[in-house]
C-alpha cells in the first residue's frame, strides 16, 4: 500500500490536474458553451478529438499503442498492458484557439476545458479494466446573418448553439495469450444539443420577434470492440498492431421544441404566439473501424500509425442527416526518448513526440468536402524519484475555405495531461 507521502503525490497530481484547466466545469450541460465553431451546428457537434494525455503530440494514434503507464481507451484490448499490481490515472486539460475568416471578415476566439479524468487498474493476471468520463461531442456556434428586404430594411437572424454529448465509459480486456488480448468499451452518451434562432427587425413597424428553441436531449449506450496483437522481438525491440470496431447504435432523443414571437416596441413584451412541442426519436450513430501499427525500434526511438473510417452517411435523426459525409482519418507519429542516466537533466530525461495527420471530417456543407490536416509536437516531463509526469502537447490544424460562403478556420490545439502510476496491488513483507 501507499505510505502518507506517497498518496499525498498521487493527491498533488490530482488538484494540478484540475488548475491547468481554464474552465473547472469539464463536461457539456444545457446553455454551456465550450466551443466557438459554425460548422459544431452540424450532426452532433465537433466530435471531440479522442486522445491520451501520453500521446497528445503523435497525432492522436493509439490503435497500436501499448503502454503500462497509460489507459489507451483508443483501443480496450490495450488495457491489459497495464501492470498486474498497478493503478493509472490520467487527466487532460486543453485549450483550443481559432482564427476564423470569410472574403470579408476575421475573428479570434478560444475556449479551455478539462478533456477526461480516466482510470485504469488490474482485476487478475490476465484482466484489466478502464473507466472514466470524457467529452464525445461539443456545440457551440454564435452567427448573424443580416437580410435586406426592400430599400433600407434589415432582418436580423441569430443563429445560436450550445451543449454536447458525454462519454461516460467502462471498459474490459482479457489477455488470452502471451502475444493476443481483445477488449470491449460499454459507453454511455448523454447530454443536450441546444439550437436556437433569435429573427428581429428595428426597422419594420409591427415587426414580430420570433424566438425558436430545439433542445435535444440524447441518452444511450455505444459499444467498441479491440484486438491487439503484440510481440517482443528483442530486449529493445517491440511490434504490436490493433483493430476496433465501433458497432452502431440507435440513442434515444427527447425533443422540445419551443416557438415565441413578441410585439417589439412596447414597454411591456406582448406575447401572440406561443408553441410547446415534445417529440420523441432516435439518433443513428454510425458504425466505424480502426486500424494501427506501433514499433519500438529500439531504447530510443519508436513510433506508428493509425487509419480510421466512420460510416456519418448513415447518421440520423428526425428524419435529418445534417449534410454528413463518411469521414477518416491517417495519423502518423514518432517519439524519442533519451537514454537515462544516475545524473541526467529534465531535458535529457524527457520524451519528444511529433505527429502528423490527414483526413476527412464528416461535414459536407455547400457539396464542400472539408478536409483537415494537422501537425503536432510533444513533450513528457517525467517527475524525479516517481512514476508520474506530465504531458505537454501542440497542434496546428487547418479546415474549410473562404469560397462557397463558407469559413476557414485555423485551430491551435494545446493539451496538458497529467499522468499517474502508483503501484497499489501488493503486499509488502517486513523482516
Known amino acids: 500500500m501507499l505510505n502518507f507521502k506517497e498518496k499525498n503525490k498521487v493527491f498533488a497530481g490530482l488538484i494540478v490536474a484540475i488548475l491547468l484547466c481554464n474552465a473547472f466545469s469539464p463536461f457539456q450541460t444545457n446553455g454551456q458553451t465550450r466551443i466557438v465553431s459554425p460548422y459544431s451546428k452540424y450532426g ?126 467502462l471498459g474490459v480486456a482479457v489477455q488470452l495469450s502471451d502475444n493476443f488480448s481483445v477488449g470491449a468499451n460499454a459507453s454511455y452518451l448523454f447530454g443536450n444539443i441546444e439550437d436556437r434562432v433569435t429573427v428581429t427587425s428595428n426597422d419594420i413597424d409591427g415587426f414580430f420577434k420570433t424566438n425558436r428553441s430545439v433542445i435535444d436531449n440524447v441518452k444511450g449506450f455505444l459499444f467498441e470492440y479491440g484486438v491487439q496483437y503484440h510481440n517482443k522481438i528483442s530486449d529493445h525491440r517491440e511490434f504490436s498492431i490493433g483493430l476496433t470496431y465501433g458497432q452502431d447504435s440507435n440513442l434515444d ?36 473501424v480502426g486500424l494501427g501499427t506501433w514499433i519500438k525500434y529500439n531504447k530510443n526511438w519508436s513510433g506508428g500509425i493509425d487509419a480510421q473510417w466512420k460510416n456519418w452517411e448513415e447518421f440520423h435523426r428526425f428524419g435529418s442527416k445534417d449534410e454528413l459525409q463518411d469521414s477518416y482519418n491517417i495519423g502518423l507519429g514518432i517519439k524519442y526518448s533519451p537514454t537515462v542516466t544516475t545524473y541526467a537533466t529534465i531535458f535529457s530525461r524527457a520524451s519528444y513526440m511529433a505527429g502528423f495527420r490527414y483526413g476527412q471530417s464528416y461535414l459536407n456543407v455547400n457539396d464542400y468536402n472539408f478536409d483537415e490536416i494537422g501537425v503536432s509536437l510533444g513533450l513528457y516531463i517525467p517527475i524525479r524519484r516517481t512514476n508520474n509526469g506530465v504531458n505537454i502537447g501542440f497542434e496546428y490544424a487547418q479546415r474549410g475555405t473562404t469560397e462557397q460562403n463558407l469559413v476557414k478556420e485555423d485551430v491551435y490545439r494545446i493539451n496538458i495531461g497529467v499522468n499517474i502510476y502508483e503501484r497499489w496491488f501488493f503486499r509488502r513483507k517486513f523482516y
Open 253 to 288: 432523443i427527447t425533443r422540445n421544441r419551443t416557438i415565441q414571437r413578441d410585439i417589439l416596441g412596447t414597454r411591456f413584451t406582448d406575447t401572440l404566439k406561443h408553441i410547446e412541442q415534445e417529440q420523441r426519436d432516435v439518433m443513428h450513430i454510425p458504425m466505424g
Open 44 to 169: 452532433i457537434g465537433e466530435v471531440s478529438n479522442q486522445r491520451l494525455s501520453t500521446n497528445l503530440g503523435m497525432a492522436g494514434i493509439g490503435k497500436g499503442y501499448r503502454s503500462n503507464k497509460s489507459v489507451n481507451y483508443l483501443n480496450p484490448a490495450a488495457y491489459t498492458a497495464i501492470d498486474t499490481i498497478s493503478f493509472v490515472f490520467e487527466a487532460i486539460g486543453y485549450s483550443h484557439f481559432y482564427k476564423q475568416e470569410t472574403v470579408n471578415q476575421e475573428q479570434l476566439s478560444n475556449y479551455s476545458s478539462l478533456g477526461g479524468l480516466v482510470f485504469g487498474f488490474p482485476i487478475s493476471r490476465s484482466v484489466s479494466a478502464g473507466f472514466g468520463l470524457k467529452p464525445f461531442s461539443l456545440v457551440g456556434y454564435n452567427v448573424l446573418d443580416t437580410k435586406v428586404f426592400g430599400v433600407d430594411s434589415e432582418v436580423d437572424y441569430l443563429y445560436e448553439g450550445s451543449g454536447g454529448l458525454n462519454d461516460l465509459f
